[in-house]
């Protein structure tokens, strides 16, 4: 089973980037469909976007498409979130996770999580 580890996040000012690394340990990366999922204090873990084994598909959650692009190399077993124009409702602890089922933004599908980065936003 692999083992995630996010990195890349920090605080930043509204209408900033920020470009999130999950880099995955073993050799069978290239199994999963990867996602990143976001929880803001007192929320529910939201799915923010995934993008499939061999990145013919991508999905988002609305509230960031055309701002937020997912990517993956699997040469290099890592899966990147680039964040564009941010905004304070942004502000979340990212998790990278990944699942064995074709593609998924059910966060209850996904059975490997990484310990997540945090992504603080200020206006």
């Known amino acids: 089973q692999a083992q995630l580890v996010e990195s890349g996040g920090g605080l930043v000012q509204a209408g900033g980037s920020l470009r999130l690394s999950c880099a995955a340990s073993g050799r069978t990366f290239s199994w999963y469909t990867m996602g990143w999922f976001r929880q803001a204090p007192g929320k529910e873990r939201d799915f923010v976007a995934s993008?499939?084994?061999?990145?013919?598909?991508?999905d988002y959650a609305e509230s960031v498409k055309g701002r937020f692009t997912i990517s993956r190399d699997n040469a290099e077993s890592t899966v990147y979130l680039q964040m564009n124009s941010l905004k304070p409702e942004d502000t979340a602890v990212y998790y990278c996770?990944?699942?064995?089922?074709?593609?998924?933004?059910?966060?209850?599908?996904?059975?490997?999580w990484g310990q997540g980065t945090q992504v603080t936003v200020s206006s």
């Open positions: 996770a990944a699942t064995l089922r074709s593609y998924s933004s059910n966060y209850h599908e996904y059975n490997v």
């Open positions: 993008v499939t084994r061999s990145a013919t598909r991508t």
